[in-house]
């Protein structure tokens, strides 16, 4: 089984002195090269506002493509997930889909560069028939038996008894191949359920709650103990022989915090990694903190 642990983004201001030499501060372009130096993958969050355009992608691929082994996972546009899926418009959901498949999941796969492609369903997107209906109608427009796909649960009513699946969200997963985001977050309990050869872990932390404004990131600087990153060390080693490959993003990276406790979670499962020390100063070293490009 392969373990693939890297963090939400990138391009931080406030990692530069802590992650990032303070020689790269006005050095942007060599953030990532610098990044995928310790962790062979990242979760881009920009596609979510907006589906790329080509210079976008191509931008990627060239920046990618030199780095040995290093993939960019993605989530959905917005459009897709908050906007048509949420007013239960599966075929424009599933047009809108299958546009952002073509110009930009195609093209990073065929480079070598694709992880997985990850639909963050709205917090108000509630379990019911109207609901299963139109996600099917999403999952079967895209080619999930060619690509990585998973979805991330943020409603308590897809959720049955303690912290399993509703049945028929299960199922339908299931006959996709699509993976149940776990999740470690406050108000959400991780998803039990395997539902593809893949997994997707993604840790928020535990002082802050999910919202749908993605502009409001500057409290995500919560930092995991060790104790608290052993159970999820456990649960991964338990995914293996139920899965080909896991994939675990950090999203506390305010002040770099992310970069810390990804390289704590890789040394738990004696995933051999280049060591770096990150500075846990509280003082801001760069100023404010902005989205990853």
Not at 99 to 107: H, L, S
């Amino acid at each position: 089984m392969s373990v693939l642990i890297g963090c939400n983004g990138w391009s931080y201001e406030d990692w530069v002195g802590r992650f990032y030499p303070a020689a790269l501060a006005r050095k942007k372009e060599e953030w990532l090269r610098y990044y995928a130096s310790y962790f062979p993958t990242v979760e881009v969050n920009n596609t979510f506002h907006r589906n790329p355009n080509e210079i976008m992608v191509n931008g990627w691929i060239r920046k990618g493509k030199p780095l040995k082994g290093f993939e960019y996972s993605l989530k959905m546009p917005r459009t897709v997930t908050h906007d048509a899926m949420m007013a239960m418009d599966g075929n424009k959901a599933s047009m809108e889909a299958t546009v952002f498949e073509e110009t930009c999941v195609r093209m990073l796969a065929e480079n070598g560069l694709l992880g997985t492609v990850m639909l963050q369903l709205p917090l108000t997107f509630q379990f019911g028939d109207e609901a299963l209906r139109t996600m099917e109608t999403v999952l079967a427009s895209l080619e999930t038996d060619k690509y990585r796909y998973a979805v991330e649960f943020r409603d308590r009513s897809w959720i049955d008894d303690g912290a399993s699946l509703h049945p028929q969200a299960s199922r339908l997963l299931s006959s996709y191949n699509v993976a149940a985001v776990k999740v470690d977050e406050v108000t959400f309990p991780p998803i039990q359920d395997t539902t593809a050869d893949h997994a997707y872990i993604k840790l928020y932390g535990r002082e802050r709650e999910w919202s749908d404004d993605e502009d409001q990131r500057i409290g995500q600087d919560y930092l995991y103990s060790e104790d608290e990153l052993r159970p999820w060390a456990e649960t991964i080693s338990r995914l293996d022989g139920e899965v080909d490959d896991v994939r675990v993003y950090f999203d506390n990276t305010g002040r770099a915090r992310g970069t810390k406790n990804a390289f704590q979670l890789m040394s738990l499962l004696s995933i051999p990694h280049r060591e770096k020390e990150v500075h846990m100063d509280d003082q801001p070293m760069m100023g404010s903190y902005i989205l990853h490009r």
